[in-house]
């Protein structure tokens, strides 16, 4: 199923979340080419009405977002990192087609990646921004009522392109996880619960790390690490030791210009797969996982024309994970 955002719309990112409070999941995809969100609300059994295409009041055009309940009201609401200008907006309370507030903050140079968690255990989410040119990420903790606090920076490798937030050493603090572009390595940050991080400690990954997700990989309540490098048309797969220290990667053959990666069990048997969203060959990797950290070899499935973010849930209630995909050039 093809649902169109627009000629020009040239979409960069996907998130899923329950904007209208339905219990429904919905789509929101932020559109680099024409600075508009789209809004696909989900009607159940895997259709969605286009409701909005929602103008953000922004100079530089989206690059990624995230979506989370950011006031405790039971919707979600987006954060969307803008690269130009160096900041990342929230947009709360989605109402009819279009949200309440937008708040801007500031962030370092090139934002570049954007996710949310609970980083203090106060029950209320946190951002973690990866910024690019900085080469650190920013931490924004929350109120609880769709406002932020002031950045925090950490120091990452060259040119951190990705962000992830999981507890890595089964402490019950979150911890960060980034994906270094220039460097080609990930870098980790442990979480000490009150919202501050330890300095950094980092693994080799492939040649221009682009996306990176965690998952207990192999069943042994010890969350993994899944890269998608870009320049070797791979994945990188490191195993936790549960402590927040990690085996040595192991590679896995992709599609050409590997973009973003996400987890999910496909084909419901107990066992994380992974899904590579791959730029160049316009298509998508399937590597179903063996449930002992390895997967096999890639089954591909075409996509649109450039696709640049992929995400996977139930869409149609049937308790079977579903992958969307954006693909940039065929605005889609």
Known sequence: MMLSTGANSHPTSIAVGDFNGDRIADIALANNGTKHVDMMIGKGKGKFAIQTSYEIGFDSPPLVMASGDFNNDKRSEIVIANGGSNHV????????????????????????????????????????VANYYSNDVNVLLGNGNGSFENQTRYSAGSGPWSVVVGDLNNDTRLDIVVANWGSNDVSILLGNGNGSFENQTRYSAGSYPKSVVVGDLNNDTRLDIVVANWGSNDVSVFLGNGNGSFENQTRYSAGSGSWSVVVGDLNNDTRLDIIVANYYSNDVSVLLGNGNGSFENQTRYSAGSFPTSVVVDDFNNDTRLDIVVANWLSND
């Open 89 to 128: 907006d929230i947009f709360v309370a989605y109402n009819n087609g279009s949200f309440e507030n937008q708040t801007r903050y500031s962030a370092g140079s090139f934002p570049q990646s954007v996710v949310v968690g609970d980083l203090n255990n106060d029950t209320r989410l946190d951002i973690v």
